[in-house]
């Protein structure tokens, strides 16, 4: 038993997949001097649209006109080869907009052809699709049937040339010259093709026209050619006008994920990583020695990582709107590219007496809000949102802030001990030294402090071999006394500079 | 039967429940690994805002403290998270407490695009938001005691408010207490230093441990130790 779904005036579908199919549309292509109508659907064909006219032709009718664009009919096939696949995996995709569906053994899974037929009319229409189910013994039978006759459609077997007997000859899709030939001999449908002397009609069209005739009465059988998966999750959508604001963008671009994340779900796969390109408009205003009244296309890429595989399309749109807020496109937005980098779904086992834990999705979203309230990165580059590490180094104060990682390291026993309270950067100081090279008063910050007590000099110093980055210091805890409480802090002198700074205080 | 027992009856018949008293449950607490400080205090209570309070510039045990209740939380691979008003948290001296920094998420506030005390408050609502974490601490001691006196008291009201559904803790280092009733625990820090060593050779002494004196101005889980003060050591890494 095989399946076929057909998808009638593809490319209009294609362009308007997920709006309104009651809008009068036609398809233009060609030279941009002389665009023709390639495609057009039920509404402009009733107002007098039909494929072959002239771009001016068609704004007479008052049609709204489109740009033939491959790449959506080409996401629009991979979205019904999905729907295919959730019904079987042998499927043959036939010519855009038609796919056939091996059904061999489904019966005992989905129920009868006719609950088959319903269940595959309701997938592929809940993907945006208008479209025509029929069901046969044989591939080419379902094909024709689903081309000839609207809605769902049953043969039973043996009823394959009965069934078929209305249909014009136009439905096989034959080469114009044999259809020409076929009209002059005054076939009109496939009956009268069936009803032919087969010895007569080889005889006059060849193995081609015998071909022709056996499939008017339903009887070639034959293996269907496996479709190919879609080669990577991709998803494009060039807009008619360009988008300036990051909502509206946001609107299109939760669409773009959502139907990639349903392509990822029905292979049991999620993703940690999407690419965003941009394709923008900029204006000659913004460059002033462009010539005026042209615009240029430019690209502007970003990158969206998480530390966990997911599937929630919610997750990926959130993190693509905190991004794109936070490094906004110079220009409007004519087009947008995004593809997701397929891997496995991460599985956990979760336990009742598991101590509370960010979720890790989520922990992404609200890193990515933290960083649009407190910045990016400081002067030395390091993040200023994330989880610290310690590097292997004497330098002091050197760390790196890294994202959440799924491996814990392990920490030292907790006991309290004396912490520092660092400033960043560190404070210049005034300090007055003893004939002993001891500190024994110091200034900073619109204070001045005797000291009371002094410990050091601790030196310290390294990276010898780099001129930019050597370090060489010398360390001192003082103990002061302000408004009668005690301060205890670290100091210290550039060996380089001679020059005094207050690095920290404990606390 | 007595008048009161009368009128108490009559009133329970119409408003069942309404002369009950009801005790409010010991709220969960986090050990602050400290034990003189768990030993009247209870500990950091859950769900509730506690303010640890000093003034800027000296030494009081505050960070020590807070980062010795973090690597409590973070031992029991609990998530914690650390909002920085003006980034003086210092990774090495939290590893040599025993803090796990990997579970530590450190917010720095920049103070770039507006004053660091709005940014540490907004950072805060984000991450009381997103839950998960075993204590959200915000660190204000080193802000200018001006600027804290400018936050409007409801802001501590919502936060306090908000804290109530949640299994966390919010901890907050403040210059003074400037919470109030909002928070369930109020800590105020003073410390005084020792040191060894000979007083003429500056490079024989050390500091050997810090004294902090803390002194309970607010607790709702063990009202009769208010105002009662005890003293716990902290000692430096090299001691």
Redesign the interface.
């Known amino acids: 038993m095989f399946g076929c779904i057909h998808v009638p005036d593809f490319p209009v579908q294609a362009a308007l997949l997920r709006e309104s199919k009651t809008l009068p549309v036609a398809l233009l292509d060609g030279p941009e001097s002389l665009l023709k109508v390639v495609a057009c659907n039920a509404p402009a064909r009733s107002v007098g649209v039909s494929i072959g006219m002239t771009k001016p032709q068609a704004e007479i009718c008052g049609v709204t006109l489109m740009k033939r664009v491959q790449e959506h009919e080409d996401a629009a096939q991979a979205e019904l080869i999905d729907a295919a696949y959730n019904f079987s995996p042998r499927i043959e995709a036939t010519s855009s907009g038609t796919i056939i569906i091996d059904l061999s053994g489904s019966e005992r899974l989905l129920g009868t052809d006719k609950t088959i037929a319903q269940l595959i009319l309701s997938e592929v229409t809940k993907r945006g699709f208008e479209s025509n189910v029929a069901i046969a013994g044989n591939p080419d039978t379902a094909h024709y049937a689903a081309r000839g006759f609207k809605g769902i459609t049953i043969i039973g077997s043996g009823d394959e040339a009965q069934s078929l007997s209305k249909l014009p000859v136009e439905v096989l899709g034959s080469a114009p010259d044999v259809l020409d030939v076929l009209h002059a001999w005054g076939i009109r449908d496939f009956k009268s093709l069936a009803a032919l002397p087969s010895i007569e009609l080889t005889e006059r069209l060849g193995q081609h026209g015998l071909h022709l005739q056996r499939l008017a009465r339903g009887a070639v059988m034959r293996e269907l050619v496996p479709a190919a998966l879609p080669p990577s999750f991709q998803e494009s959508r060039e807009l008619e006008e360009p988008i300036e604001l990051l909502e509206p963008l946001a609107f299109v671009l939760n669409s773009q994920l959502e139907q990639l994340m349903g392509r990822l779900i029905e292979r049991s796969l999620a993703t940690d990583h999407i690419e965003i390109e941009l394709t923008l408009e900029v204006h000659s205003d913004r460059d002033v020695n462009a010539p005026v009244c042209c615009s240029t296309l430019s690209t502007y890429q970003r990158t969206v990582k998480l530390p966990v595989p997911t599937q929630d399309s919610r997750v990926l749109l959130k993190l693509a709107q905190l991004d794109l807020a936070a490094h906004p496109p110079h220009a409007p937005v004519k087009k947008i590219k995004i593809a997701a980098i397929p891997t496995q779904i991460r599985f956990t086992q979760t336990g009742l007496f598991q101590?509370?834990?960010?979720?890790p999705a989520?922990?992404e979203?609200?890193?990515a809000?933290?960083r649009a309230?407190?910045?990016e990165a400081?002067l030395q580059n390091r993040n200023?949102?994330?989880?610290?590490?310690?590097l292997d180094s004497h330098r002091p104060?050197h760390?790196q802030?890294v994202p959440?990682?799924a491996?814990?390291?392990?920490?030292?026993?907790?006991?309290?001990?004396?912490?520092?309270?660092?400033?960043?950067p560190a404070i210049p100081a005034r300090v007055e030294v003893s004939a002993?090279q001891?500190p024994v008063w110091i200034g900073f910050s619109r204070?001045k402090a005797r000291v009371t007590?002094?410990?050091?000099?601790w030196r310290s110093g390294g990276q010898w071999w780099d001129a930019a980055g050597e370090w060489l210091r010398e360390e001192?805890?003082i103990?002061l006394t302000?408004?009668g409480?005690?301060?205890?802090y670290r100091i210290f002198r550039d060996l380089a500079t001679r020059n005094w700074f207050v690095e920290?205080?404990?606390? | 039967m007595s008048s009161i027992a009368i009128i108490r009856s009559q009133v329970e018949c119409r408003i069942p429940g309404a002369l009950t008293v009801y005790e409010r449950p010991e709220p969960e607490v986090f050990s602050a690994?400290?034990q003189a400080l768990d030993g009247e205090t209870g500990g950091i209570p859950k769900g509730a805002l506690t303010q640890v309070c000093a003034?800027a510039?000296?030494?009081?045990?505050?960070?020590?403290?807070?980062?010795?209740l973090l690597?409590?939380v973070?031992?029991?691979?609990?998530?914690c998270a650390l909002v920085d008003a003006t980034?003086?948290?210092?990774?090495?001296?939290?590893?040599?407490?025993?803090?796990?920094?990997?579970?530590?998420?450190?917010?720095?506030?920049?103070g770039?695009?507006?004053k660091p005390v709005e940014?540490a408050f907004?950072?805060a609502d984000?991450?009381i938001?997103?839950?998960?974490?075993?204590v959200i601490a915000i660190d204000l001691?080193?802000v200018d005691e001006k600027l804290v006196r400018k936050i409007p008291l409801t802001t501590w009201f919502r936060f306090a408010r908000v804290m109530e559904a949640l299994?966390?803790a919010l901890v907050i280092l403040l210059p003074y207490s400037a919470a109030q009733s909002c928070a369930a625990l109020t800590l105020n820090l003073?410390?005084?230093?020792q040191?060894s060593?000979m007083?003429t050779v500056?490079?024989t002494?050390?500091?050997s441990?810090?004294e902090v004196k803390v002194e309970v101005g607010r607790t709702r889980t063990k009202k009769h130790v208010q105002s009662a003060s005890n003293n716990?050591t902290?000692?430096?890494?090299w001691a």
């Open positions: 101590p509370i834990a960010p979720e989520k922990l979203i609200t890193m809000r933290l309230v407190v910045g400081d200023l949102v994330g989880f610290p590490a310690l104060d760390f802030v959440p990682s491996k814990q390291s392990d920490s030292a026993e907790p006991f309290p001990r004396l912490a520092l309270r660092r400033f960043r002993e001891v204070r007590c002094a410990s050091g000099p001192w805890d103990n302000l408004d409480h005690t301060a205890l920290g205080m404990y606390d | 690994g400290i003034p510039g000296i030494t009081s045990g505050r960070t020590s403290l807070l980062l010795s690597a409590q973070t031992g029991k691979e609990q998530f980034d003086c948290f210092d990774p090495e001296s939290a590893d040599a407490s025993g803090l796990c920094l990997s579970r530590l998420l450190w917010v720095r506030c920049s770039r695009s507006m940014q907004k950072a984000i991450l938001q997103n839950g998960g974490f075993g001691g080193n299994p966390s003073a410390a005084s230093a040191w060593g007083e500056s490079h002494r050390l500091i441990n810090v716990f902290v000692r430096p890494q």
